[in-house]
Every structure is written in C-alpha cells, then in structure tokens.
Nanobody, 120 residues
Framework: QVQLVESGGGLVQAGDSLKLSCAAS????????MGWFRRAPGKEREFVAS?????YYAHSVKGRFTISRDNAKNTVYLQMNSLKPEDTAVYYC????????????????WGQGTQVTVSS
C-alpha cells in the first residue's frame, strides 16, 4: 500500500502560479512513476503530468506546468504557472509500478485530491 497526501491547492486568479505537493508513504519503492491527474466539474479524470525516468505532460499544460520529484522525501511536486480558468479542477496525485506511463488505468494508488480554482 502507498498512501498519498496532496497539498497546495487554493483559489488564484488567471495568470497566477501555484505549487502542489504530494507526499507518499508506505511501500514507496513501488512508486516507479508518480503523476498528477485532474477532474474538472462534469468531466472525466484526465492526465496532467508524470515523472519516472522522464517527464510527460498533457498537451494542455505543456510549457506552463512542471513536474518534479524528490526521492529522498518521497514527494512529487507540480509547479503550475500562467494558470487559466480551464485549469480549475480537483488535482490528484497517483503512483504506478510501471515506468514512463501516463495511462490512468496503470496507476495503482491515488490521493484524495486538492482543489485548484482559477478565477478569470
């Protein structure tokens, strides 16, 4: 089991920045890939970014968001810049035993999510 706790969400204005954190505990050696997903109101959960041996981004956030990982702290971060109202969603941290994946079905453990709201 891997436990994930996200933090850093909040209410910001368009153009602002926000940094999310996700601390993992438990069997963290199985967290080969760590990733971020989001679910906007009325939409399905979608991939945002992941990191293992490389980093991967959804087209909609590439160039604005940066994922990073501190293995010593078992923590993954998502730096979000130039935020847009369409980035409003609940953001979830997740882990996968598979490397270099962005497929939702390949992520095994999920956090509870943190709300990000971007006002126009």
């Amino acid at each position: 089991q891997v436990q994930l706790v996200e933090s850093g969400g909040g209410l910001v204005q368009a153009g602002d920045s926000l940094k999310l954190s996700c601390a993992a505990s438990g069997r963290t050696f199985s967290a080969v890939t760590m990733g971020w997903f989001r679910r906007a109101p009325g939409k399905e959960r979608e991939f945002v970014a992941s990191i293992s041996w490389g980093t991967y981004y959804a087209h909609s956030v590439k160039g604005r968001f940066t994922i990073s990982r501190d293995n010593a702290k078992n923590t993954v971060y998502l730096q979000m810049n130039s935020l847009k109202p369409e980035d409003t969603a609940v953001y979830y941290c997740a882990t996968s035993k598979k490397p270099n994946t962005s497929r939702r079905e390949e992520f095994d453990y999920w956090g509870q999510g943190t709300q990000v709201t971007v006002s126009s």
